[in-house]
Every structure is written in C-alpha cells, then in structure tokens.
C-alpha cells in the first residue's frame, strides 16, 4: 500500500508561482512512475506531468509545457510540481498519484494507469 500526502496549494495571483510537493511512503519509491493530475470544476480530469522512478524521463501535458516542471528527490520519497507563470485557467485540485508496477507506461497520460492517488491539493490562480 502506498499513501500519498499532497501539500503546497493555495492562492495565487496570475504570473505567480507555486511549488506543490508529494510524500509518499514505501520502501521502493525510486521504482514508482509518479504524477501529477487535475481536475477543474465542472471539467474532466486532466493529466499535467509525469516523471519516471529515477527521474530520467518526464512528460508534462501542452497546456503546461514551458511553465510547469515535475522532479522528484528519491532520498526523501517527495516528487514536485513547480508551476511558474500561472494562469486563472490552472485553478483546479491538483492530485499527485503513483504507480508501483515498476515501468514507465506509455499510457503515462492515463488516470487508469496509476493505483494509488492522494487527496488532493486546492490551487486558485485569480486573475
């Protein structure tokens, strides 16, 4: 069982930045495809960015590329999410989730992918 603790959401002007940061537990955390997701009100779940178990490979979604940059710090079972240049149209709960199987799926865009998510972080962005 993996659990995943999201901090570092809050409020935030346009053009401003956040640094959203995810704890996980387990012991084989550098073997975890770990993301991030979110979900706007009234609008579908969207992948934002994903990082492999060692980080030597991330992808991130167009609407965030450029702006947003996913790392992790294996040494403290934590992945990151730093969100530079925010827009009013990034509010949304941001979810960081986990994939144990060891591989970085190609369906890394994929929600159904990852087994284990956390509760989930509140960013506004005002404009």
């Known amino acids: 069982q993996v659990q995943l603790v999201e901090s570092g959401g809050g409020l935030v002007q346009a053009g401003g930045s956040l640094r959203l940061s995810c704890a996980a537990s387990g012991r084989t955390f550098t073997s975890y495809t770990m993301a991030w997701f979110r979900q706007a009100p009234g609008k579908e779940r969207e992948f934002v960015a994903a990082?492999?178990?060692?980080?030597?490979?991330?992808d991130s979604a167009d609407s965030v590329k450029g702006r947003f940059t996913i790392s992790r710090d294996n040494a403290k079972n934590t992945v990151y999410l730093q969100m530079n240049s925010l827009k009013p149209e990034d509010t949304a709960v941001y979810y960081c989730?986990?994939?144990?199987?060891?591989?970085?799926?190609?369906?890394?865009?994929?929600?159904?992918?990852?087994?284990?998510w956390g509760q989930g972080t509140q960013v506004t962005v005002s404009s």
């Open positions: 990082i492999s178990g060692r980080g030597g490979r991330t």
């Open positions: 989730v986990a994939d144990a199987s060891g591989y970085y799926s190609s369906y890394y865009y994929r929600g159904d992918e990852y087994e284990y």
